[in-house]
């Protein structure tokens, strides 16, 4: 059984590093841009001007307001795999001569590449939620190091005064 279970992982880690490698193949020309602006401000957040950090913040919103487009087409193409899946599944059901039983496992073989492609958009689109998230907790983040310079810069004026 031991034998058995091992192979299991084998074949689930062999599956993830493909379906792992074409999803980030498909994020890349997405990501990278974004992910470079992310490198700007980890460098040095504080070295950079309030109009630099207010540049950044466009940018880094606008990112968001793509990404969340493509994550959405993302959505609705895991969907379609599923659908896609769920009818070649039936069809496949409907040609078995069979049990009940053996109709269903032939079926579900012979949709597991669907199945995979389904988890693949799947993936694709919750690592998107999640960078999409993660760019505006960023915004967030940018605006209140902005609020602060801005009242540090409002307090020296006025001691100065």
Known sequence: MAKNIESALDQVELTYGEVIEIANQMLESILTPINDLISVIGEDINSLSLDQLKDLMWKLQYKAYVLSEVKEKSSLKAELAETIQKEKAAQRFMEVDGTAGAKANMALIDTSEETVVQLLYENVSSQLKTKLDQ???????????????????????????
Not at 137 to 148: E, P
């Open 135 to 161: 760019l505006h907790r960023l915004v967030n983040v940018i605006q209140s190091i902005l609020m602060t310079r801005m009242q540090e810069a409002k307090l020296s004026i006025s001691s100065m005064e």
